[in-house]
């Protein structure tokens, strides 16, 4: 499996289905609908933790989660994300995006995307580490410095009923390896009164550039593209108009290329989190 | 001559008219209301703000201000020739103020408070259940 899979990603998303179902328009504010112009902060406060497949390096807790974002005609602000919205109608959404690459939140742990979780960086950077001649291979790779990387590339959102898809054909574009990765997902609401019970399943493939640029080790294992299905289990229950309580679990199966990679101890990455989010402004 | 007498009618009709304002009606009662527009958001559903209310007259008058639709409402002035009045108000429609006859018969000046809701642009949130958070 290589570039086809980029490639038939790109291919579904520029080509998405006329609307099947459309969802509902917007006429208020609501959990779908935003205000353009307008700030959006929430504090997820609470406990977790995801686990770390990388050897030697602990799990990572989760006590406070922040998200942020803003919503402009066509532009967007998510988090790390951020965005140019092409298309959008009832059901369907076409994203120009640029989304940072994930995989180095196991490297280091002051990683933005660890957002608030305490301590410092479990592998430093060369020169900053104490870098010994018993280092073996391993060791070394283990401490090679991984710069924050960013994709670009379009993304697909559409709605089929109360359930949900994405699509994200994405290209390396800060230099650091050039590499591909095309992200799937699926959510399927289970329970939708009050409260919600949310089942998602979804994968990333990573293209073989991304994998060795932070499994590899040079001239010992050079692994190819790998593809990390997973599942997901989301709880949501409202509990005042700015407060709700959440609870969630992620569970991800590492591609083969990843989990046989001689840094790597594990070959799942869990994460569980519960706690309660309040809705700033 | 007759020129002559058509234009100080004329001067006269100029130099003496009434100041005319949409708050004033009959010829004596003039009265001002603040603010005179209401701007709230779409999501919002009452504007909240105090509403500030003075009259004058020419000579001394026995009248009552009131607003339609409260019927809670009801200042009464005997025998002024100014008067103000101020409340905290709560409204979602246009506000109607009025000065009236102490038997409230008669609307002796009347001014509005429009209500404007800003249109609110929405468009649909990103939902994306590739995202851990979502």
Redesign the interface.
Known sequence: MSRWMFELAIALVLLAPAPLLAGAPCTAPSADCVAVGEWDLSVAIGIGERSNPIAGNDDIPLFVIPQLSFYGKRFFLDNLEFGYTLIETESHTLNLIATPGYDRVFFFRNDPQNFFVPGVGLVSAPGEADVSEEMTRVEIAARRARSTTYFTGTEWLFELGRSVGQLSALYEATGRHKGYEVRGAFAVPLVQATASLVLSAGFTWKSSQVVDYYYGIDGYYEPGDAFNPFVKLGFSQPISERCSFTAFVHYERLGSSIADSPLVTEDAVTTAFAGFVWRVF | MRARSFAWLLLATIVGAPDVSAAQVGSAVTLDVKPRVCTIAE?DELCETTVRAQWRSERDESLCLVIVGRPEVKRCWDNYSEGRYSIELAFSEDLTVQLRDPNLEHVLASAAIAVIRQA???????????N???
């Not at chain 2, 609110?120 to 590739?130: A, G, S």
Request: aromatic share 14%; glycine share 0%; proline share 7%.
């Open positions: 999501t609110v642009e929405l468009r649909r949130k990103r939902k994306q259940p590739w851990i958070l979502y």
